[in-house]
């Protein structure tokens, strides 16, 4: 005999929550059944205690780009063969792995048992799932089109992870030769430049003054070498940190679009990104001003944010869509205001979102190969001349020193 500890809902529709003595985890369920008890959670008691154990590890494990495309396009799979949702999310929670996963598909089959819908399970973990991802769902509900929303959501999905990890791809290189650069930089200052500087002091030529610039910022790096080495990593993390906040994402992007290879690419990003985002929308069955509000907030690109917000309000007034985008040619392309125009005339807007999606995802590509091209030979040249300035000012007060002796 175990005991397992549950919890369960009366007949009012109240929670409690005890232990029960069994056989088995059914048996358990049964006993629980037999007393008017609808069981929302059971668990042998020793395995409870083990699973409190690992709350930081559920609290912390986050959920990433993959785990939701997992479960957006396992389940229209699931749901597409005839089997039922309750069930659908049974089968997921016994397939995934991370806790917090099947902690949400959990709390998912206990609300849709209680009569609540989808949605609201995963707009209650608005930290992992955006407003778009409730909304695609949601529409998908009070349309009856709950497999084509996952489907589409998980496609959406899909794509944003293959562009971030393009983006992130080509933008290693660079980083990696930058951080090796700077460290060896700074090993050279901290270490070999004390040295140098003990040599030459004490001969009595005149340094030029790219030698007395590297000898004064060598002496503020050698006067504590370990903690010189500590700022640096210091100093790499916070920029990450910077990075990955809102604001040094917006700061970031502010500066990369003042270049023409990066501002295409950011602009091009953020059209994909709507245009995709806008489709899937309109696709579930949202109307369209509460779609484009959605898209507004989820596109990740402050400027087209700004515009987006600014579109709703005016098609609020009346204003026909295609005048709405074609006013804002800064942001919106021509092409994309002409393929915008031919779908509301014609009544295949989604359709004409979509062209415009994959279009700009070709675009991107592009757009990331030519940065790749053009940064590599950029950053080499400016590593060129840094190390070609550091040679220099090393060599010039050996080169007057020989020069001293002729």
Same mark, same amino acid.
């Given at each position: 005999?175990?005991?397992?500890?549950?919890?369960?809902?009366?007949?009012?529709?109240?929670?409690?929550?005890?232990?029960?003595?069994?056989?088995?985890?059914?048996? &358990?369920?049964?006993?629980?059944?037999?007393?008017?008890?609808?069981?929302?959670?059971?668990?042998?008691?020793?395995?409870?205690?083990?699973?409190?154990?690992?709350?930081?590890?559920?609290?912390?494990?986050?959920? *990433?780009?993959?785990?939701?495309?997992?479960?957006?396009?396992?389940?229209?799979?699931?749901?597409?063969?005839?089997?039922?949702?309750?069930?659908?999310?049974?089968?997921?929670?016994?397939?995934?792995?991370?806790?917090?996963?099947?902690?949400?598909?959990?709390?998912?089959?206990?609300?849709?048992?209680?009569?609540?819908?989808?949605?609201?399970?995963?707009? *209650?973990?608005?930290?992992?799932?955006?407003?778009?991802?409730?909304?695609?769902?949601?529409?998908?509900?009070?349309?009856?089109?709950?497999?084509? *929303?996952?489907?589409?959501?998980?496609?959406?999905?899909?794509?944003?992870?293959?562009?971030?990890?393009?983006?992130?791809?080509?933008?290693?290189?660079?980083?990696?030769?930058?951080?090796?650069?700077?460290?060896?930089?700074?090993?050279?200052?901290?270490?070999?430049?004390?040295?140098?500087?003990?040599?030459?002091?004490?001969?009595?030529?005149?340094?030029?003054?790219?030698?007395?610039?590297?000898?004064?910022?060598?002496?503020?790096?050698?006067?504590?070498?370990?903690?010189?080495?500590?700022?640096?990593?210091?100093?790499?993390?916070?920029?990450?940190?910077?990075?990955?906040?809102?604001?040094?994402?917006?700061?970031?992007?502010?500066?990369?679009?003042?270049?023409?290879?990066?501002?295409?690419?950011?602009?091009?990003?953020?059209? &994909?990104?709507?245009?995709?985002?806008?489709?899937?929308?309109?696709?579930?069955?949202?109307?369209?001003?509460?779609?484009?509000?959605?898209?507004?907030?989820?596109?990740?690109?402050?400027?087209?944010?700004?515009?987006?917000?600014?579109?709703?309000?005016?098609?609020?007034?009346?204003?026909?869509?295609?005048?709405?985008?074609?006013?804002?040619?800064?942001?919106?392309?021509?092409?994309?205001? *002409?393929?915008?125009?031919?779908?509301?005339?014609?009544?295949?807007?989604?359709?004409?979102?979509?062209?415009?999606?994959?279009?700009?995802?070709?675009?991107?590509?592009?757009?990331?190969?030519?940065?790749?091209?053009?940064?590599?030979?950029?950053?080499?040249?400016?590593?060129?001349?840094?190390?070609?300035?550091? &040679?220099?000012?090393?060599?010039?007060?050996?080169?007057?020193?020989?020069?001293?002796?002729?």
């Amino acid at each position: 005999m175990s005991i397992f500890v549950y919890k369960a809902l009366n007949k009012e529709g109240g929670q409690q929550h005890g232990e029960v003595q069994a056989d088995s985890r059914q048996t &358990a369920i049964d006993f629980l059944r037999r007393d008017n008890l609808t069981p929302i959670f059971i668990e042998e008691k020793g395995k409870f205690e083990k699973k409190q154990l690992s709350f930081l590890k559920i609290t912390f494990g986050g959920i *990433s780009n993959v785990d939701k495309i997992f479960i957006t396009r396992h389940l229209a799979a699931i749901l597409k063969s005839g089997i039922n949702l309750i069930e659908a999310l049974q089968i997921l929670e016994e397939d995934v792995q991370k806790p917090l996963m099947k902690k949400i598909l959990r709390d998912a089959k206990v609300n849709l048992e209680k009569g609540q819908p989808l949605s609201t399970t995963f707009a *209650s973990y608005e930290k992992y799932f955006s407003p778009v991802f409730v909304g695609l769902i949601k529409a998908g509900e009070a349309s009856g089109t709950l497999e084509d *929303s996952l489907e589409g959501l998980g496609e959406q999905l899909q794509r944003d992870y293959d562009i971030k990890k393009k983006v992130q791809s080509a933008m290693i290189y660079p980083l990696i030769l930058l951080t090796a650069t700077s460290l060896i930089i700074i090993l050279l200052m901290t270490f070999v430049m004390p040295r140098l500087i003990k040599a030459l002091s004490q001969t009595k030529i005149t340094l030029p003054l790219i030698t007395r610039i590297l000898i004064n910022i060598s002496n503020v790096l050698s006067a504590n070498p370990l903690m010189t080495i500590l700022i640096f990593l210091t100093l790499i993390f916070l920029i990450f940190i910077f990075y990955r906040s809102k604001f040094g994402k917006q700061i970031i992007f502010s500066l990369f679009e003042k270049f023409p290879v990066s501002g295409e690419l950011i602009k091009k990003l953020a059209l &994909a990104r709507f245009s995709i985002t806008l489709r899937n929308l309109l696709k579930s069955g949202m109307p369209a001003l509460q779609a484009i509000d959605l898209t507004a907030k989820t596109v990740g690109n402050i400027k087209y944010e700004n515009a987006l917000v600014a579109i709703g309000s005016e098609l609020r007034r009346g204003a026909p869509l295609h005048e709405t985008f074609r006013r804002r040619s800064e942001l919106f392309p021509q092409m994309v205001v *002409s393929v915008l125009t031919v779908g509301e005339r014609t009544g295949t807007l989604e359709r004409s979102l979509l062209v415009i999606s994959n279009y700009y995802n070709e675009e991107v590509d592009r757009a990331l190969k030519n940065l790749i091209v053009l940064l590599e030979p950029l950053l080499l040249i400016i590593m060129g001349f840094v190390v070609a300035g550091i &040679a220099l000012s090393i060599l010039l007060p050996i080169y007057q020193l020989v020069s001293s002796f002729r």
